[in-house]
């Protein structure tokens, strides 16, 4: 409370306008920014075939996506921050949420996996980390946490949902939303992301929700081949593998600057993955 919480630390050393923002655009929905980018997957699939015949290890382009949020994230902090109460916070630790579908049929039940980071980590333990998470929430009949939670919100009437709910909103607006909620809610994350890919789709401008603290989504789509001008002074076109991929982000975090920089760091992981197998020996510290 009076800008106190588990899961983050109020930055008061803010510029009037950034300050005043969240006055201002008072719900993420009021905030939302979206663009559209497209990644070349030469890069990716060039290191994804060199480490399955090197050492057999077989990574997928949401392994490198997560790699390179997660590295960017701990280089370029703010965009780690979240809104509430009309307060910016900087947050403890870089998580990043996802759905898993149990299997790819429409009567499969869906969970959601919550993964927590401090930036460090190699692409090895972060694939490591996710394949286990992933294992063990795609049996038909594993149930995790968030599950549990969610089927306790859910057993009594309509009514009784929406004042839940409602109860549990206010809470996290005065910042006494209790620890362990927080830890199974997928909505209190650093970045919400949705593989579209995976179930052959193209990619969304998903929304952000305005329960919780989630400041950014990713929405990845299926790759396609796309024409391109390979050499303007001779008009040659050619074709060139691109997954897109819808990203939609919460303005009042920072400013446009930072926000474009902070994606051309994550564009130069991305399509060069071999940075990120040594750990990142210093993370940059957020202003107080």
């Known amino acids: 409370m009076f800008g106190f919480r588990s899961d983050g630390k109020r930055i008061k050393t803010i510029d009037p306008i950034m300050k005043i923002t969240p006055h201002i655009m008072r719900q993420r929905n009021d905030a939302m920014v979206m663009s559209m980018y497209e990644i070349p997957c030469k890069d990716m699939d060039e290191y994804i075939f060199k480490k399955r015949k090197e050492s057999n290890i077989r990574f997928t382009y949401m392994d490198l996506v997560i790699a390179g949020v997660v590295r960017m994230m701990a280089q370029r902090p703010k965009l780690n921050r979240f809104i509430m109460g009309g307060r910016v916070y900087k947050r403890n630790d870089i998580q990043i949420a996802f759905t898993v579908k149990k299997a790819l049929t429409d009567s499969a039940d869906e969970t959601i996996v919550k993964l927590t980071f401090d930036g460090t980590e190699t692409i090895f333990q972060i694939k490591e980390k996710m394949d286990k998470e992933i294992e063990a929430n795609t049996k038909t009949t594993s149930h995790n946490d968030t599950d549990a939670l969610a089927k306790i919100l859910t057993v009594v009437p309509n009514f009784m949902i929406r004042f839940f709910v409602g109860f549990l909103k206010m809470l996290d607006y005065f910042g006494v ?33 305005n329960f919780g ?70 993370i940059v510290e957020d202003i107080k």
């Open 213 to 282: 603290t989630a400041s950014i989504f990713v929405a990845m789509g299926k790759e396609r081949y796309e024409p391109i001008v390979l050499d303007p002074e001779n008009n040659i076109l050619g074709n060139i593998k691109i997954m897109k991929a819808g990203i939609v982000i919460d303005e009042r975090i920072c400013d446009g600057l930072y926000y474009g920089n902070s994606m051309k760091a994550f564009m130069k992981y991305i399509t060069n993955p071999e940075l990120l197998e040594t750990p990142l020996e210093h």
């Open 177 to 209: 939303l209790p620890k362990s909620i927080i830890n199974l809610s997928p909505f209190h994350t650093s970045l919400y992301l949705t593989n579209m890919k995976s179930i052959k789709m193209n990619y969304v401008y998903h929304h952000i929700y």
